[in-house]
């Protein structure tokens, strides 16, 4: 059994973690991390340093932050850019997976309940891609 934490601050200051990677992707839907329902806008992803597995994703604003696990994944082709991947399921979306610049190393974010429940009602995840840049690049 693989056990999932998610922690989210809002309508505050975010806590402040130095983070050994950030990313930035302006998310042009609302999408689910772990429990979270997150309107379309600009991200900031966050893998805390020290913390190979635990990321954060904040709003532009730095008001709603969800912390989130994920486990190593692997990519036959490596993305020629930096990218996060949502499944798209019964008109909901969900993060799926993070992909660095050129490496077939990258990260995943287990399923949702709700996400399995309607894999289980027979509907099919449509994968879709959003590029994300490196802060200050």
């Known amino acids: 059994a693989l056990a999932v934490t998610s922690t989210v601050i809002a309508a505050g200051p975010a806590r402040t973690q130095e983070a050994q990677v950030t990313l930035v ?3 042009p839907f609302a999408f689910m991390v772990e429990n979270t329902l997150l309107p ?4 900031e992803f966050s893998q805390l340093a020290g913390q ?3 990321w954060s994703v904040a709003d532009a604003k730095g008001l709603v ?3 989130f696990s994920t486990e190593p994944a692997e990519i036959m082709s490596p993305p020629r850019a930096y990218e996060v991947t949502f499944d ?6 969900f993060l799926t997976n993070i992909w660095l610049n050129g490496d077939k190393d990258g990260y995943f974010v287990a399923m949702t309940r709700s996400e399995k429940a309607l894999i289980k009602q027979g509907m099919t995840p449509k994968k879709e ?3 994300i840049k490196k802060k200050g690049m």
């Open 52 to 54: 190979v597995s635990e």
């Open 129 to 131: 891609r959003v590029a």
């Open 65 to 67: 932050k969800v912390f």
């Open 40 to 43: 379309a806008g600009t991200y």
């Open 88 to 93: 798209v399921i019964g008109g909901k979306s």
């Open 25 to 27: 992707a302006d998310i």
